[in-house]
Structure formats: structure tokens, C-alpha cells
């Protein structure tokens, strides 16, 4: 069943409900900010004092970073981009099987976006939500030149406490550690006791989050590029809408297309950075 619905602000989102799961997406973004299987704790973190208002990011679920992914060299310009803050259209919904429902958003360029991003465009996010939340990001080119695009869909997981996470696949692999601006190389599995903010590159196997009673599986399609972020407790406290000790409730594990991940797109051409978990 998907019932419209808003925040007594007039903030719109919809409610999707079906055999399997629960999932709530605000218009706003195409923002994902719920997504719980019968039965389980909620897979997706949000912060208790998130805003859900016009032109601010919520603060957990799965941002859109697009079309660039972190700071832009013009400090003036988002961080992330503009789509999770711009306007999506709610195009359609299918009940694929029992327990299993696609939705499909749309943004495209108009007079707003081509200030900020001088090329003609259409993102598509199609979600589906079944035991296992799909979400596809197809970026098209519609404009007469290529354009970059650097992208995260930047999931926050809810964690028992962050203390109890190990974050397994990204063994080998060398990464951009954003603290530093230093290309290092990871040494086993993930775990941790301080701030981590690491763009990991060659990614090319599942992504396992082991927390202390379940495990999550991350599968990225397109993409060889990950995020591994935790604010720990110093940033927290300097992150808007989040309350102090947020940072023990959430890992974020982003599948992304970053740093020399980034794809060129030509003209009437796409891609399709998609992410499974489950
Ligand atoms: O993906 C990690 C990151 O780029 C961090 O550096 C941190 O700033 C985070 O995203 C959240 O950014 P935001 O703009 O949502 O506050």
C-alpha cells in the first residue's frame, strides 16, 4: 500500500508498506529516511532531531549526493550537490510481486539547477522494496556536451552502538583518507575507536556490516568506489542536527562513483550506479 503523507509543515514523503517491509521516502531529495523489514530493527539510522524542511538535508536515510560527491572547488556550491535538496517527481509505483514494490522519482535540469550546473539532465532513483532495498540512480545526459559527475548514495546504517561494528570486504584495498588528504592502504577489516572518513577505491567485492547481532550486505553495481564515515564524538557535536553521542547509533557505508571513480557521461548516453542491501 503507498499512502501520501506530510509533516504538519506541508513536508511531503510517502509511506510505502508491503508483505516484507516499511519504507518512507520525502519528495524532497527522493530521500529515503525508513526502511524496516517485518519483523527487524530499522536498517536505515535518523537522527531523532533531523529537520525535514524545505532546502535542508535530512540527517540519516540515504542521501542523494549528485552531482558531485563532498566539497565543490566553488566553496559557494552544496556540499554533495543539489539533488537531495531539490525537488523530485513521484512518477510511479508497481507491485512487482507479493512483498515486492518499485517506486520510481525523477529530477530533471530546469532554471535552478543550470545556475548551479550548467547541463541539461534527468536523474531517475527507481526503489524497491522488498526483503532487500534496491535503489538504482540512472543519470542521463541530455545536454550536447559531456559532463563529470562525481555520486554517493549515502546510506546511514543503524548500528547497535558503533563499538560493536566491523566492516568486513574493503581488506587490500587503498583508500583517500579525508582527514588527511592521504592515499593509504587498508590493513584487514573495519573497526572503530576515533573519527573515520575514508574514500575507498577498486572496491569490487560485497560489503559486509557485522554488528552485534546481525549482519548487512552491501552490493554495489557500477561503482569501485565506497565511504566508510563515522563522525565519532568531536564532529558530531559540530554536525548539524545530530545530538550529542549520535555517532555510537550509525555507520555510514556509501556507494559511490568519487575521486577517480568519478564518470564522465556523454551526451544521450547514462549510468546506473546501483546498491543493494540485504
Ligand atoms: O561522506 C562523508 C562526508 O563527506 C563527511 O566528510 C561528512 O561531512 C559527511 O559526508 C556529511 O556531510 P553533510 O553535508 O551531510 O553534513
Redesign the pocket.
Known sequence: MITHKKFPNDFVYIEIENSSAKAKIALQGAHLFEYKRVGEEDILWLSEISDFEKDK?I?GGV?ICWPW??FNEDKNLP??GFARTSMWEFVSSDEVSKGETTLLFRLVHNEQTLKIWAYKFELELKITISKELKMELKSTNLDKKAFKISQ?L?TYFNVSHISEVVIKGLGKKPYLD?LTWQKEMQDGDISFDSEV?RVYQEVDTNIVLVDKNREIKIKNTNSSSA?I?N?WIEKTSR??AMKEGAYEHFV?I?SANAFDDSRVIEPKKSHTLIAQIF
Do not use: I, K, L, N
Open positions: 538535508a540527517r542521501p560527491f563532498g556540499q554533495h554517493a549515502h579525508a572518513d565511504v564515515w563522525p554536525m548539524s555510514c556509501e
